[in-house]
């Protein structure tokens, strides 16, 4: 099973420059997420998505668009991207009913903006 | 709204030592519990959950994590630390009543000296 896939693993944008954070999932999960981390800040959710069609922001969606067609992609938009956004990326999928819940994470995107 | 909090930022443990890591929530129903280990450069493996029953939850790698309601907390144990435990915890709290939204504590990173 491939899980939860994520690409790029590292990506260099200039400022302003706008790029899609691709997330794919095989495990028919209707809950997806995305991410950032930062030194000593953990892991802050950006936007979240219950299923298609369904999205919603989290605790720092600024600076980020998402969009959620189907089950399997959630893709990640940074329409002008700016140094502050320089972190790691992490997709997650969520899945297995009540009383079973689990979080599988994709390997990460390490966004470098200059 | 629901958080977390890991009071220890750091934390040096000698190579043989027993480790325990501090996790406090604050989530106004039943929550669902988890420890993650994140090695550097890589992404989140889950090392043990809780959702209900009994409140001391045994997980991978030797690491275990007892439930205390009433202290809201939820921490991470291993009896004996090897040198690979050497890695960043991150300890999270999530809810299906909150749309299965995971929130994460900021982490602690585990030095494990010779």
């Known amino acids: 099973n491939a899980g939860v896939t994520q690409t790029p693993k590292f990506q260099v944008l200039k400022t302003g420059q706008s790029m899609t954070l691709q997330c794919a999932q095989d495990?028919?999960?209707?809950?997806m997420s995305w991410y950032r981390q930062d030194p000593g800040m953990g892991l802050r959710l950006i936007h979240y998505s219950v299923g298609a069609g369904i999205t919603d922001q989290g605790e720092v969606p600024n600076g980020y668009n998402v969009s959620r067609s189907t089950t399997e992609d959630f893709p990640l938009r940074l329409l002008s991207a700016a140094p502050s956004q320089t972190s790691v990326y992490f997709c997650?999928?969520?899945?297995?009913?009540?009383?079973?819940?689990?979080?599988?994470f994709g390997q990460g995107t390490r966004l470098t903006v200059v | 709204a629901q958080s977390v909090t890991q009071p220890d930022i750091h934390i040096t443990v000698s190579e043989g030592a027993s480790l325990e890591l501090r996790c406090n929530y604050s989530?106004?129903?039943?929550?669902?519990l988890f420890w993650y280990v994140q090695s550097p450069g890589q992404g989140l493996q889950l090392l043990l959950k809780y959702f209900s029953g009994d409140t001391l939850v045994q997980g991978i790698k030797g690491f275990e994590a007892e439930f205390k309601r009433s202290q809201s907390s939820f921490n991470l144990r291993k009896p004996s630390v090897h040198w690979s435990d050497a890695a960043e915890y991150f300890c999270a709290v999530g809810a299906r009543a909150a749309g299965n939204k995971l929130t994460f504590g900021g982490g602690t990173r585990v030095l494990v000296k010779p």
């Open positions: 989530y106004g129903a039943t929550p669902y």
């Open positions: 997650a999928s969520i899945g297995g009913g009540a009383g079973n819940t689990e979080a599988f």
């Open positions: 495990m028919n999960h209707e809950y």
